[in-house]
Nanobody, 115 residues
Framework: QVQLVESGGGLVQAGGSLRLSCVAS????????MRWYRQGSGKQRELVAT???????VYADSVKGRFTISRDNNKNTVSLQMNSLKPEDTAVYYC?????????WGQGTQVTVSS
């Protein structure tokens, strides 16, 4: 019913930038909030950023001012622009949405920030 496919991860030096993208195969993409989560090694998955159907955004304190979430409803895509990356941003990043009370996740994309 819903498929989420992330891309754009990689290895970057501290202070660098990456842009993650998530393409959603789902009906009426524009009607649903989209989220980016991340999970570092040995850590719990944490919510990084949310964008609502109307385009409002919310960020975790740890990424505020450095990350920007956006969406393109014409392309069923949600993106995460990550600037001023820090080693503590190293994690697998997941795209997420909730449809009919069910959570849907992508396969994740690895982001590694070297010091």
């Amino acid at each position: 019913q819903v498929q989420l496919v992330e891309s754009g991860g990689g290895l970057v030096q501290a202070g660098g930038s990456l842009r993650l993208s998530c393409v959603a195969s789902m009906r009426i993409f524009s009607a649903y909030a989209m989220r980016w989560y991340r999970q570092g090694s040995g850590k719990q998955r944490e919510l990084v950023a949310t964008i609502t159907s109307s385009g409002s955004t919310v960020y975790a304190d740890s990424v505020k001012g450095r990350f920007t979430i956006s969406r393109d409803n014409n392309k069923n895509t949600v993106s995460l622009q990550m600037n001023s990356l820090k080693p503590e941003d190293t994690a697998v990043y997941y795209c997420n949405t909730i449809l009919g009370g069910q959570n849907y996740w992508g396969q994740g994309t690895q982001v590694t920030v070297s010091s």
